[in-house]
């Protein structure tokens, strides 16, 4: 009777658990929470990378990598898919970013990682560096399609440090002003390119001083908003190429 | 069948002597406060649980090596040559394949071996080979309860000495650096440290925060259902104050059960 018990306990959805203990984030916030951790699905040869994935992992129980060959055969719209969609390393040990009260109201310090224990290789990581204007354009054109941009996407752009894409960036964030973790990339953008008028701002002490939580962020209100928008457009005028 | 005999005696020895090597501490059945308020992850509760021995130093090199001298086991490092290591200059986070790496070379062949490291804690094993160690050795990893338990030393803090981060140093061997872009051997160490070089627990338990993240046994209230993933606990030396910051009685990481890295290890413990 007891194992009945927990068994059924451990079918709650994360939401009953939570309303155990906590006080409740709102539909919203929840809602959002849900929303950041959606990665963008590329249709370039989507159907032929999932195939040749599925080969490598017939479990999907372990980082596997498609092997040189196979990977070669790929055309660069291809590889773009399967970085997307299938990271082929070990990711750190690290903590699970459970749903917080008022996440949609809250621009975090860092934007979550795409794919819990896993990350990109080596090899993925240099091919997002070594092809940063082709894989721009495949992010804009995807984005542009979708209407959104996945968390992907998101860790791409910080990857390649595509401060180039600043502008679509800031229009497509004009649009809705939904995401705020597109806000959050332009501080990261401004933060791994040590922007001198950022690094001397209370932003950059609130979020990544010394002391700075890594869960660290700055409430989402007009001003704040506004402030981030000309930094980063700044920035993107002043940056040397 | 003299041979047979002979194996049986040489792993029954090298059992005992790599128990005898572990001291341990006793901590007895009871109720006991684990977790946070506000921390869905592992909130704060009231646990019940059995006596158990706890570890009072992580698994070192030596006692690991016996375990591999005994039963001749090959971890999923040395059979996936996938293997993650660090070198400074890396961004935060970032980690580098190296297909050498497994416990003799934990941060692959061109880093150097462990020969002068004997005593530091073993590294670069996943969760799988921890269990093995464990089943051979007549011990298993703590619930995830039990190492909080055993880490808060009676403290109900984030930190068993309060709630200071700063006093980390007297305690841990931790990342002292801002960043992972140049290396930081300020607290004598820039990898892992010998176990008990730094100071104890309140109960005498050494290194619970920092040296190596310990794996540990159980589900948290994230898992989802049917998850395979595995926890450790405690920070390593990799983590500082803006990355990672999980040397505390607290935070429970997540990491696949195949996954090997150097800065993860564990410590055992026994029924009492």
């Given at each position: 009777?007891?194992f009945l018990?927990?068994?059924?306990?451990?079918?709650?959805?994360?939401?009953t658990?939570?309303?155990?203990?906590y006080?409740?984030?709102?539909?919203?916030?929840?809602?959002?929470?849900e929303a950041?951790?959606r990665?963008?699905i590329?249709?370039?040869?989507?159907?032929?990378?999932?195939?040749?994935?599925?080969?490598?992992q017939?479990?999907?129980?372990?980082?596997e990598?498609?092997s040189?060959r196979?990977?070669?055969s790929?055309?660069?719209?291809?590889?773009?898919?399967?970085?997307m969609?299938?990271?082929?390393?070990?990711a750190?040990?690290?903590?699970?970013?459970?749903?917080?009260?008022?996440e949609n109201?809250?621009?975090?310090?860092r934007?979550?990682?795409?794919?819990?224990?896993?990350i990109?290789?080596?090899?993925q990581?240099?091919?997002?560096?070594?092809?940063?204007?082709?894989?721009?354009?495949?992010?804009?054109?995807?984005?542009?399609r979708?209407?959104?941009?996945?968390?992907?996407y998101?860790e791409?752009?910080?990857?390649?440090n595509?401060?180039?894409?600043i502008?679509f960036l800031?229009?497509?964030?004009?649009?809705?002003k939904?995401?705020?973790d597109l806000?959050?990339?332009?501080?990261q953008?401004?933060?791994?390119?040590?922007?001198?008028p950022?690094?001397?701002?209370?932003?950059?002490?609130?979020?990544y001083?010394?002391?700075?939580?890594?869960?660290?962020?700055?409430d989402?209100?007009?001003?704040?908003?506004?402030?981030?928008?000309?930094?980063?457009?700044?920035?993107?005028?002043n940056?040397?190429? | 069948?003299?041979?047979l005999?002979?194996?049986?005696m040489?792993?029954?020895?090298a059992?005992?002597?790599?128990?005898?090597?572990?001291?341990?501490i006793?901590?007895?059945?009871?109720?006991?406060?684990?977790g946070?308020?506000?921390?869905?992850?592992?909130?704060?509760?009231?646990?019940?649980?059995?006596?158990?021995?706890?570890?009072?130093?992580?698994?070192t090199?030596a006692q690991?090596a016996?375990?591999?001298?005994a039963t001749?086991y090959v971890?999923?490092?040395?059979?996936?040559?996938?293997?993650m290591v660090?070198?400074?200059?890396?961004?935060?986070?970032?980690?580098?394949?190296?297909?050498?790496?497994?416990?003799?070379?934990?941060?692959?062949?061109s880093?150097?071996d462990?020969?002068a490291?004997?005593?530091?804690?073993?590294?670069?094993?996943?969760f799988?080979?921890?269990?093995?160690y464990?089943n051979?050795?007549g011990?298993?990893?703590?619930?995830?309860?039990?190492?909080?338990?055993?880490?808060?030393?009676?403290?109900?803090?984030?930190?068993?000495?309060?709630?200071?981060?700063?006093?980390?140093?007297?305690?841990a061997?931790?990342?002292l650096?801002?960043?992972?872009?140049?290396?930081?051997t300020?607290?004598?160490?820039?990898?892992?440290?010998?176990?008990?070089?730094?100071?104890?627990?309140?109960?005498?338990l050494?290194?619970?925060?920092?040296?190596?993240?310990?794996?540990?046994?159980?589900?948290?209230?994230?898992?989802?259902?049917?998850?395979?993933q595995?926890?450790?606990?405690?920070?390593?030396w990799?983590?500082?104050?803006?990355?990672?910051?999980?040397?505390?009685?607290?935070?429970?990481?997540n990491?696949h059960?195949?996954a090997?890295?150097?800065?993860?290890?564990?410590r055992?413990?026994k029924?009492?």
């Amino acid at each position: 009777m007891k194992f009945l018990f927990l068994g059924l306990l451990s079918l709650l959805p994360f939401r009953t658990l939570l309303a155990q203990e906590y006080p409740m984030p709102s539909k919203e916030s929840m809602a959002y929470h849900e929303a950041r951790f959606r990665k963008s699905i590329p249709p370039y040869g989507l159907a032929k990378v999932k195939e040749m994935i599925a080969k490598i992992q017939p479990d999907a129980d372990e980082a596997e990598a498609l092997s040189s060959r196979d990977y070669l055969s790929l055309s660069l719209r291809e590889k773009f898919t399967y970085h997307m969609i299938h990271p082929e390393t070990y990711a750190q040990n690290c903590d699970a970013v459970p749903p917080v009260m008022d996440e949609n109201k809250k621009i975090f310090s860092r934007i979550p990682s795409s794919f819990g224990d896993f990350i990109w290789s080596k090899r993925q990581a240099d091919f997002l560096v070594e092809n940063k204007d082709s894989v721009c354009a495949l992010i804009k054109e995807s984005a542009l399609r979708s209407k959104r941009i996945g968390c992907n996407y998101k860790e791409a752009i910080l990857e390649m440090n595509a401060v180039e894409m600043i502008p679509f960036l800031v229009d497509f964030y004009n649009r809705d002003k939904k995401d705020l973790d597109l806000l959050t990339v332009f501080l990261q953008l401004m933060e791994q390119n040590k922007y001198e008028p950022f690094m001397k701002s209370a932003s950059w002490k609130k979020l990544y001083s010394e002391n700075a939580s890594y869960e660290a962020y700055l409430d989402y209100n007009s001003a704040n908003e506004a402030l981030i928008l000309q930094r980063v457009t700044d920035f993107y005028k002043n940056y040397k190429r | 069948m003299k041979y047979l005999l002979g194996m049986a005696m040489l792993l029954i020895v090298a059992t005992v002597a790599a128990q005898d090597s572990l001291r341990f501490i006793a901590v007895p059945a009871g109720s006991y406060v684990v977790g946070a308020k506000n921390f869905p992850l592992n909130p704060k509760r009231t646990v019940r649980l059995a006596a158990f021995r706890i570890a009072v130093t992580e698994v070192t090199n030596a006692q690991f090596a016996a375990f591999v001298q005994a039963t001749g086991y090959v971890t999923d490092a040395q059979r996936r040559h996938n293997a993650m290591v660090f070198e400074p200059g890396l961004k935060e986070f970032r980690w580098l394949e190296d297909s050498t790496a497994y416990w003799e070379y934990p941060n692959g062949v061109s880093r150097g071996d462990i020969s002068a490291k004997m005593d530091h804690p073993v590294t670069c094993i996943s969760f799988a080979d921890a269990q093995a160690y464990c089943n051979w050795s007549g011990c298993r990893l703590p619930t995830l309860d039990e190492w909080e338990v055993a880490a808060r030393a009676g403290s109900d803090t984030r930190y068993f000495w309060g709630g200071d981060r700063d006093a980390i140093t007297a305690y841990a061997n931790v990342w002292l650096g801002h960043d992972h872009l140049s290396a930081d051997t300020a607290d004598g160490y820039m990898y892992t440290a010998p176990v008990a070089h730094f100071k104890p627990n309140p109960w005498g338990l050494y290194d619970v925060y920092g040296n190596v993240f310990e794996f540990c046994e159980g589900r948290t209230a994230l898992d989802k259902p049917n998850s395979t993933q595995a926890h450790a606990r405690g920070g390593s030396w990799w983590c500082s104050k803006n990355s990672c910051s999980f040397f505390n009685s607290v935070d429970i990481g997540n990491i696949h059960r195949h996954a090997s890295f150097s800065n993860l290890g564990f410590r055992v413990v026994k029924a009492n």
